[in-house]
T-cell receptor, first 114, second 121 residues
Framework: DTEVTQTPKHLVMGMTNKKSLKCEQH?????MYWYKQKAKKPPELMFV???????INESVPSRFSPECPNSSLLNLHLHALQPEDSALYLC?????????????FGPGTRLTVL | AQTVTQSQPEMSVQEAETVTLSCTYD???????LFWYKQPPSRQMILVIR??????QNATENRFSVNFQKAAKSFSLKISDSQLGDTAMYFC??????????????????FGTGTRLQVTL
């Protein structure tokens, strides 16, 4: 089973709203990732959690706040977003963060900021 | 820094025919992985095939195979007997293990810009 689930599938929010994206995997993976993907572009890495600790933050604005409550869950809290933050947000996981291994992606959350 | 180049923005192939997607990369690393991911209109990023750099044998997965030329830093994907369901954006990706005092250690994927493949009747 290589399933990564993400909720919600679609989200529309205003610039003053606070919302959260959720990602879950039950493969026993110890690394989880958030990517942002604009239309017709490749995914861009935002955050990496390694053994539930933030390992990499690719200079993402503070209006995006990641959280890893446990090894199976990864949240992305959104606050005061801008219209240019509208994109597909992809979650991924891999077995071990410090070795070369395959990243498995979830279906994504399509976010629209009005 | 690693770069991944896909020089074909769009390609088209007829059903049942064979098509090859190109990918080149640049790295000074000796140990790395290469991937092809497929992203259909549903937007799910699906792993197609993986190649470990230390393996000389080209990876194959059913109708999908790669031509891995390490010295030339080339990693092309061949799709045989193309099917309508193969219509998607295909991303070539490079993975290395990154080490940073500031950010820690984790494997990182670098994607190419993608090739949009259309399979026609």
């Amino acid at each position: 089973d290589t399933e990564v689930t993400q909720t919600p599938k679609h989200l529309v929010m205003g610039m003053t709203n606070k919302k959260s994206l959720k990602c879950e995997q039950h493969m026993g993976h110890r690394a989880m990732y958030w990517y942002k993907q604009k239309a017709k572009k490749p995914p861009e890495l935002m955050f990496v959690y390694s053994y539930e600790k933030l390992s990499i933050n690719e200079s993402v604005p503070s209006r995006f706040s990641p959280e890893c409550p446990n090894s199976s869950l990864l949240n992305l809290h959104l606050h005061a977003l801008q219209p240019e933050d509208s994109a597909l947000y992809l979650c991924a996981s891999s077995q071990d963060p410090v070795v070369l291994d395959t990243q498995y992606f979830g279906p994504g959350t399509r976010l629209t900021v009005l | 820094a690693q770069t991944v180049t896909q020089s074909q923005p769009e390609m088209s192939v007829q059903e049942a025919e064979t098509v090859t997607l190109s990918c080149t990369y640049d790295t000074s690393e000796s140990n790395y992985y290469l991937f092809w991911y497929k992203q259909p209109p549903s937007r799910q990023m699906i792993l197609v095939i993986r190649q470990e750099a230390y393996k000389q044998q080209n990876a194959t997965e059913n109708r999908f195979s790669v031509n891995f030329q390490k010295a030339a830093k080339s990693f092309s994907l061949k799709i045989s007997d193309s099917q309508l369901g193969d219509t998607a954006m295909y991303f070539c990706a490079f993975m290395r293990v990154g080490h940073s005092e500031r950010t820690g250690t984790a494997s990182k994927l670098t994607f190419g810009t993608g090739t949009r493949l259309q399979v026609t009747l």
